[in-house]
């Protein structure tokens, strides 16, 4: 069934519990969000092509490089069970706009097991709860509170990054005998509680560069020309990709070979979309490099240290040392790349009009 007609009545009018706009086609996954709050509430219709301009929505269409019905076909299959929708290109006063119907389910769709629901024009998750033990460690609460402050509008890959953090706190709340049994400012003796430590901590440095492979990706999705570039491709990686949007994926994740190997500043030179927002300077670009060095210690040579480290940590180690952070010293870590995070997606929300939770 057509629904253009309703579509075109709609633009122009305040978003609501049943109505949503997005500037650009968002990620898969930040559909398939929508979609379950709509349908897990009273259904509803997100447009996309339509911007927010000075507190009114006025239509600036969608790209044609890419195709919004392959990327809500992704959407759809991260959701069970699978709800009920209508969907289409609008044209519009010579724009191209996409609109998705969704109805109401009678049963509640979820998305890798979280339900979200509407709450008048904002999507929330459902029965979502972020508590601290009484006696947690204060660090941990301290961190927590930072997580909380920091979690407003966000793209979904900041999204995905705070939930992964979310669970690491967690398990650092819970395992307090084991990593911390003495105080969050000594470090354990016990061999299990350090190599979990190592973990933990490369964890969630690992994930501060999945972050930005994200964030790329979406900033491709909503600016498509920021792809294009001289730079070579071999066909054997157009044709091992199904679409273009895998293709997209598979170029964003490359993109973090520089920074995977430690070069935090090669990675930003050769990013603009990254570098352009004008975030990391010298002082944090030498605070991640060697974050990501400490990962590289824990991760390959199980906190031995060797030569390499020593470039970056010159005074307090020796090579053959064992290098073991406390609990406090970790947090203080994760709180930086919070922070960096939220920094990084505020202003590529602002230039590049990115799609928010």
């Not at 996954?29 to 447009?47: K, P, Y």
């Not at 979904?156 to 398990?171: D, P, Q, T």
């Not at 050769?270 to 300077?281: A, C, F, T």
């Not at 400490?294 to 970056?312: C, M, Q, S, T």
Request: charged share 25%; hydrophobic share 35%.
């Amino acid at each position: 069934m057509d629904i253009t007609t309703e579509i075109i009545d709609l633009i122009g009018k305040p978003e609501s519990e049943t109505l949503e706009y997005k500037a650009v086609l968002p990620p898969a996954r930040n559909i398939a969000q929508l979609i379950s709050a709509f349908a897990n509430t009273q259904g509803g219709i997100v447009i996309l092509g339509v911007a927010e301009i000075n507190g009114s929505f006025h239509p600036n269409g969608l790209s044609e490089d890419f195709h919004a019905n392959g990327i809500l076909h992704k959407a759809v299959d991260l959701l069970d069970p699978k709800p009920t929708l209508q969907y289409q290109y609008i044209p519009y006063k010579g724009k191209r706009l996409y609109a998705i119907k969704v109805e109401r389910s009678s049963q509640p769709i979820s998305i890798e097991g979280k339900k979200y629901i509407r709450s008048g024009p904002s999507v929330i998750q459902q029965n979502a709860k972020l508590e601290t033990p009484i006696k947690a460690h204060l660090a941990v609460i301290d961190v927590l509170k930072e997580f909380i402050s920091n979690s407003g509008s966000a793209t979904g890959s900041k999204a995905k990054f705070y939930e992964h953090y979310e669970s690491v706190l967690r398990i650092i709340n819970d395992l307090q005998k084991i990593l911390y049994p003495t105080s969050g400012d000594i470090t354990t003796e016990s061999t299990e509680g350090k190599i979990l430590s190592r973990i933990l901590f490369s964890s969630c440095a690992d994930n501060f560069e999945t972050y930005l492979s994200d964030l790329l990706y979406e900033i491709y999705l909503a600016n498509p020309s920021t792809l294009k570039s001289i730079q070579q491709v071999s066909i054997k990686e157009v044709l091992d990709c199904n679409d273009m949007q895998e293709f997209v994926i598979y170029w964003s994740k490359k993109k973090l070979s520089k920074l995977q190997r430690g070069s935090v500043r090669a990675f930003i030179s050769e990013n603009p979309q990254i570098k352009d927002l004008d975030i990391l300077d010298e002082e944090q670009q030498d605070k991640i490099e060697k974050i990501l060095q400490i990962r590289h210690l824990y991760a390959h040579r199980n906190g031995i240290v060797d030569e390499k480290f020593l470039k970056f940590f010159p005074s307090g180690f020796r090579v053959n040392d064992e290098h073991q952070l406390t609990i406090n010293e970790m947090l203080g870590y994760f709180k930086y790349l919070l922070e960096t995070v939220h920094e990084i997606d505020t202003a590529a929300i602002k230039k590049y009009q990115l799609a928010t939770l």
